[in-house]
């Protein structure tokens, strides 16, 4: 599974607070993408990164930022959490430069009530 | 901007029988194609992919998906469905991004329901 951890797995949180995923993956990967699923839309990408401090939006990333301070770690957070961005949020890895078949981690289950 | 079409919400076999899922995409260029399984509760598994050569490509658990460009079609094809397959499958097309980034703009999904 190319080494990567979503943490938390599950988190429930209250509308307008922030919340903070992290992906942590230990193959030294350069890309790395955060996506959400929801029923019936498939997964959607909300940002991306390409290297340390390079990011790229995607098509769903109202309301979300990135960081990616070191390799090894890509964190999205939710400034100010909405009922809408209750989904499940997946971690992908695309493992070089040219193998474009994505590894992806088990997922976070979040719930903004 | 690329699309992925895959036409069947739910497709339910009996286990032993022949299956094949659609997938039909829509890109400018010449598509790199993907399908992927996600279990209940799990991520997505690569099933297979195609960028290039011979059209009728092999993947991993018994599944194969022939490109047909003149249908842009994609379809996920396996002979003999086992219990064990029950689960959303996804189609994906892909193009290039930012910084040699390759984003994959995936399907609504596929849900298999295999029967005994």
């Known amino acids: 599974d190319a080494g990567i951890t979503q943490s938390p797995r599950h988190k429930v949180t209250e509308t307008g607070t922030p919340v903070t995923l992290r992906c942590h993956q230990t193959?030294?990967?350069?890309?790395m993408y955060w996506y959400r699923q929801d029923p019936g839309h498939g997964l959607r990408l909300i940002h991306y990164?390409?290297?340390?401090?390079?990011?790229d939006k995607g098509e769903v990333s109202d309301g979300y930022s990135v960081s990616r301070s070191k390799t090894e770690d890509f964190l999205l957070t939710l400034e100010s959490a909405t009922s809408s961005q209750t989904s499940v949020y997946f971690c992908?890895?695309?493992?070089?430069?040219?193998?474009?078949?994505?590894?992806f981690g088990s997922g976070t289950r979040l719930t903004v009530v | 901007a690329q699309s992925v079409t895959q036409p069947d919400i739910h497709i339910t076999v009996s286990e032993g029988a022949s299956l094949e899922l659609r997938c039909n995409y829509s890109y400018g260029a010449t598509p790199y194609l993907f399908w992927y399984v996600q279990s209940p509760g799990q991520g997505l598994q690569l099933l297979l992919k195609y960028f290039s050569g011979d059209t009728l490509v092999q993947g991993i658990k018994g599944f194969e998906a022939e490109f047909k460009r003149s249908q842009s079609s994609f379809n996920l094809r396996k002979p003999s469905v086992h219990w064990s397959d029950a689960a959303e499958y996804f189609c994906?097309?892909?193009?290039?991004?930012?910084?040699?980034?390759?984003?994959?703009?995936f399907g609504r999904g596929t849900s298999l329901i295999v029967h005994p």
């Open positions: 994906a097309v892909g193009s290039r991004a930012s910084g040699g980034s390759y984003i994959p703009t």
């Open positions: 990164s390409y290297g340390v401090k390079d990011t």
């Open positions: 992908a890895v695309q493992p070089t430069e040219t193998n474009y078949g994505y590894t």
């Open positions: 193959e030294n990967h350069r890309y």
